[in-house]
């Protein structure tokens, strides 16, 4: 099943917390050199497959491959060929943005040298420079995210895992940042994973999405399939077969009358 044409490909991958299944047998294929956006509501899994893809959390049942490695049996294969920016971030707090950026780098077998070239480049790309000697622990939420970022592109990786990379970044680093990822699919075949809620993004961002609902795949494909498979107009935005897929059209009840002011 293992097949190395595909960037990421789950099968049956399933994780049970005590009674609830978070992630219920999950069978999905990223092709290499495609913007893969992973949509859900709160709660539905994404941060968890994410998790179970990259080995840091063990699936209970099912298994995960990247780039062709299982995460179980060639983990460090798969450590190598990523890059990650997490849901908690994982950052030294009493390090600074470079010397957190150097570790990553250093980890991941980097000469300094070439440690050294790139990081001013990263840290020009996130607007982090003015803020590159402070500790993490003095860092607004939106630096705090862009040093993941740094961490997670550091060593070129293959297959990049975003858990909502955008969050709490401004617009101005945020078109940035897409237009280097978009070089890096284009020119490098690089893959990139991300989560996201922001149906927007999502549309003008990705080649394919994959839409999870309670733990389930509930579809995957190109937005123009997926429409299609909803029953929706062509011209229907990403967030009407989101929620038609989700089957989360619902009516107003009128309970939040004393809010709203609604009947
Ligand atoms: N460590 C854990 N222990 C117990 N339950 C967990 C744990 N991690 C996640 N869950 C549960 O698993 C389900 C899926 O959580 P997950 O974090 O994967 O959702 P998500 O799709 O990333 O949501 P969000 O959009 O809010 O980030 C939720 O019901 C959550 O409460
Ligand atoms: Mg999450």
């Given at each position: 099943?293992?097949?190395?044409?595909f960037?990421?490909q789950?099968?049956n991958l399933?994780?049970?917390f005590?009674d609830?299944?978070?992630?219920?047998q999950?069978t999905?294929?990223?092709?290499?050199?495609?913007i893969?956006?992973?949509?859900?509501?709160n709660?539905?899994?994404?941060?968890t497959?994410i998790?179970?893809?990259?080995?840091?959390?063990?699936?209970?049942a099912?298994?995960?491959a990247?780039?062709?490695?299982?995460?179980?049996?060639?983990?460090?294969?798969?450590?190598r060929?990523?890059?990650?920016?997490p849901?908690?971030?994982?950052?030294?707090?009493?390090?600074?943005?470079?010397?957190?950026?150097?570790?990553?780098?250093?980890?991941h077998?980097?000469?300094?040298?070439?440690?050294k070239?790139?990081?001013?480049?990263?840290l020009?790309?996130?607007?982090l420079?003015?803020?590159?000697d402070?500790?993490?622990l003095?860092?607004?939420?939106?630096?705090?995210?862009?040093?993941?970022?740094?961490?997670?592109?550091?060593?070129?990786?293959?297959?990049?895992?975003?858990?909502?990379?955008?969050?709490?970044?401004?617009?101005?680093?945020?078109?940035?940042?897409?237009?280097?990822?978009?070089?890096?699919?284009?020119?490098?075949?690089?893959?990139?994973?991300?989560?996201?809620?922001?149906m927007e993004?999502a549309?003008?961002f990705?080649?394919?999405?994959?839409?999870?609902?309670?733990g389930?795949?509930?579809?995957?494909?190109s937005?123009?399939d997926?429409r299609?498979?909803?029953?929706l107009?062509?011209?229907?935005p990403?967030?009407?077969v989101f929620l038609?897929?989700?089957g989360a059209e619902?009516?107003?009840?009128?309970?939040?009358?004393?809010?709203?002011?609604?009947?």
């Amino acid at each position: 099943m293992n097949d190395p044409r595909f960037a990421i490909q789950t099968n049956n991958l399933t994780r049970r917390f005590g009674d609830l299944i978070a992630v219920d047998q999950l069978t999905l294929s990223v092709p290499r050199g495609v913007i893969f956006g992973f949509l859900g509501p709160n709660g539905a899994g994404k941060s968890t497959t994410i998790n179970m893809v990259i080995g840091l959390l063990p699936p209970t049942a099912g298994t995960a491959a990247v780039a062709g490695f299982d995460v179980r049996t060639a983990s460090l294969e798969v450590k190598r060929r990523i890059g990650v920016v997490p849901e908690g971030l994982n950052l030294y707090e009493r390090l600074t943005a470079t010397e957190q950026i150097e570790l990553v780098g250093r980890l991941h077998g980097l000469p300094v040298t070439e440690i050294k070239h790139r990081i001013p480049a990263l840290l020009e790309l996130l607007e982090l420079a003015d803020a590159q000697d402070k500790m993490i622990l003095d860092y607004s939420q939106g630096m705090r995210k862009k040093t993941a970022i740094a961490c997670a592109l550091i060593h070129a990786p293959e297959v990049l895992f975003l858990d909502e990379p955008f969050e709490s970044i401004d617009p101005i680093s945020t078109r940035a940042i897409k237009a280097v990822l978009r070089d890096m699919v284009a020119q490098r075949g690089t893959t990139i994973f991300f989560s996201t809620h922001v149906m927007e993004l999502a549309e003008r961002f990705c080649d394919q999405v994959g839409i999870i609902n309670k733990g389930k795949l509930a579809g995957s494909g190109s937005i123009p399939d997926l429409r299609q498979r909803a029953g929706l107009p062509e011209d229907a935005p990403l967030e009407d077969v989101f929620l038609r897929t989700v089957g989360a059209e619902t009516e107003d009840e009128g309970l939040l009358g004393w809010l709203t002011g609604k009947a």
